[in-house]
T-cell receptor, first 113, second 115 residues
Framework: NAGVTQTPKFQVLKTGQSMTLQCAQD?????MYWYRQDPGMGLRLIYY???????DKGEVPNGYNVSRLNKREFSLRLESAAPSQTSVYFC????????????FGPGTRLTVT | AQSVTQLDSHVSVSEGTPVLLRCNYS??????LFWYVQHPNKGLQLLLK??????LVKGINGFEAEFKKSETSFHLTKPSAHMSDAAEYFC?????????????FGTGTRLKVLA
């Protein structure tokens, strides 16, 4: 059981370039999330998808778009990368119903120069 | 609105001594509360969770936490620190009862264990 997988693990972009971060889970979870982690700020929610076919903004959505491709996959796109988007990005998923924990992927370390 | 405050950004303990990492929360509903651990350059791993059953929750690696509604606290403890406990710890609150299933993270406590 792979759990939550993310690709790539590392990426360096130049300002203005675009890229898509991929996330997949094999636990048949309904909800999926994208977070960014910056030093001293914990994890902040970018976007989430409560179920297949729905997406909603989180705390810091500006500069990002998401696609819930199917129940397994949830991608995060940076259309025009900025240095402020240098961060570690984590994808997570959770099962249906209340009181469930999230399961996290290993993260993508993104640097924008 | 939900919020969570981790009262210490850094905690240092000697190996073999007790660990206390403090967390206070605010929630409009009956919350679910979690502690996650993150070792350097790794993802987040669930340590334990409170979901309205027993107020004293036991987790992995000897950690436990007590839910105190009157104090709105969910502090993480361990009787005896081990070098491998050095990591960053996150307290998380979720408002599952409202149906939104969003999670609010604290800013983290970095635990240092001294030999």
């Amino acid at each position: 059981n792979a759990g939550v997988t993310q690709t790539p693990k590392f990426q360096v972009l130049k300002t203005g370039q675009s890229m898509t971060l991929q996330c997949a889970q094999d636990m048949n979870h309904n909800s999926m999330y994208w977070y960014r982690q910056d030093p001293g700020m914990g994890l902040r929610l970018i976007y989430y998808s409560a179920s297949e076919g729905t997406t909603d903004k989180g705390e810091v959505p500006n500069g990002y778009n998401v696609s819930r491709l199917n129940k397994r996959e949830f991608s995060l796109r940076l259309e025009s990368a900025a240095p402020s988007q240098t961060s570690v990005y984590f994808c997570a998923s959770r099962g249906a119903g209340g009181f469930y924990e999230q399961y996290f992927g290993p993260g993508t370390r993104l640097t924008v120069t | 609105a939900q919020s969570v405050t981790q009262l210490d950004s850094h905690v240092s303990v000697s190996e073999g001594t007790p660990v206390l990492l403090r967390c206070n929360y605010s929630s409009s509903y009956s919350p679910s509360l979690f502690w996650y651990v993150q070792h350097p350059n790794k993802g987040l791993q669930l340590l334990l969770k409170y979901t309205s059953a027993a107020t004293l929750v036991k987790g992995i690696n000897g950690f436990e936490a007590e839910f105190k509604k009157s104090e709105t606290s969910f502090h993480l403890t361990k009787p005896s620190a081990h070098m491998s406990d050095a990591a960053e710890y996150f307290c998380v609150v979720s408002d599952g009862a409202s149906g939104t299933y969003k999670y609010i993270f604290g800013t983290g406590t970095r635990l240092k264990v001294l030999a």
